[in-house]
């Protein structure tokens, strides 16, 4: 599942941050950021009627993500 369908409030893990084109500045400071496979990760809100951007939290730092920088994020449900 990608990040930008995971529901609000719900844990998950990252599984990888996927390159769009050689080189991807965008992926490439995504990681930088903390978006690496195995971080906990979940969705704290949306923007208005589900739009951009999303706030994400890693840790106990949030971002403010795009929806189709978000997309670039494979999650997995965690328990």
């Known amino acids: 599942m990608r990040l930008s369908e995971l529901s ?6 990252i599984l990888a941050v996927d390159d769009v084109a050689q080189p991807d ?3 490439g400071r995504l ?3 903390g978006f690496v496979a195995g971080e906990a990760v979940r969705v704290v809100a949306n923007g208005p ?3 951009d951007p999303m706030l994400i939290q890693i840790g106990f730092t949030q971002f403010a993500l795009r929806r189709a920088e978000a997309a670039r994020v494979q999650v997995e449900r965690s328990v």
């Open 31 to 33: 990681r930088d950021l």
């Open 8 to 13: 609000r409030d719900v844990p998950a893990v």
């Open 49 to 51: 009627f589900g739009g």
């Open 25 to 27: 500045p965008i992926a």
